[in-house]
């Protein structure tokens, strides 16, 4: 497949569901305390996008078994919700969520502190998220892409993370992923050049050690080898002739 430019039509279509994923994110921020279950905050996550009229876009997904992925602590992402894990203080989860609004998609993700927690948690999570703003600097028509997957990885090794380069964010539209992959670390070629109308999910994924990753035997828990904590930031991004619309965050 290749890469879609998006009308206006379509692009009005991703800022709402953007705009509904923003608050479903805001909205899960607040339960997210010691004693949850991973279900719990899967059943919360559901009936809020459904709620706003969407469909969870990762519900089925090749087989994935629920709406939100939450990944606690040394798993990266698509960590599977279940009645068993119980967020415990001094955790860090991360929440992985997609939207489909009248066949258009977003695709969001946050990581929240359970609780009191280490000094190096909190960097990483500071460091994650920042990155992704560092990345998006470039994300602007007329820029390539390997100009913001250079800024996202060279950030997070200066201050000292491990970047995930297994995964990577993606084009997003009336598909979850579409092309181009967006990688977190410097490639050899510049890559796609940007254009406005393009849609892209950006999505650092960093740890606290190597960028080492394993799959765990459900076939969908992405976890460090290491053992180090994880963190995961992610959101929709427009690109526009003068920089970048984020459609997935509200209030900055
Ligand atoms: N943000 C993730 C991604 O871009 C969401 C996919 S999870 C899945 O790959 F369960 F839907 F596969
Ligand atoms: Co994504």
């Known amino acids: 497949m290749s890469v879609t430019i998006k009308a206006e039509h379509q692009i009005e279509l991703m800022r709402e569901a953007g705009r509904i994923l923003a608050i479903v994110h805001e909205e899960l921020a607040k339960i997210i305390e010691p004693g949850i279950s991973t279900y719990d905050i899967d059943k919360k996550g559901e009936e809020i ?62 990581t929240h502190a359970v609780g009191n927690i280490t000094r190096e948690a909190r960097m990483l999570m500071a460091v994650t998220e920042q990155s992704f703003f560092e990345g998006i600097k470039y994300a602007k028509a007329g ?20 970047v995930v380069r297994d995964l990577a964010g993606h084009g997003i539209g009336t598909s979850l992923h579409e092309d181009p992959d967006v990688f977190n670390f410097p490639q050899r070629h510049k890559g ?51 920089g970048c619309e984020i459609l997935s965050l509200r209030g900055v």
């Open 49 to 110: 996008i459904r709620s706003y009229g969407c469909v969870p876009s990762f519900l089925n997904y090749q087989g994935y078994p629920a709406s939100i992925c939450v990944s606690v602590n040394e798993e990266v992402v698509h960590g599977i919700p279940s009645r068993k894990r119980i967020l415990q203080d001094g955790d860090i989860v991360s929440l992985d969520a997609g939207v489909i609004y009248k066949g258009h998609h977003s695709d969001a993700a946050r």
């Open 143 to 162: 820029n390539y892409l390997n100009d913001i997957s250079t800024a996202i990885g060279n950030y997070a090794n200066r201050l000292g993370c491990g």
């Open 192 to 242: 796609l050049k940007l254009r406005a109308g393009m849609t892209l999910a950006i999505e650092p994924m960093l740890t606290t050690g190597t960028h080492r990753v394993a799959w765990l035997d459900d076939d969908w828990t992405v976890v460090t080898r290491d053992g180090s904590l994880a963190a995961h930031y992610e959101n929709t991004v427009l690109i526009t002739e003068t």
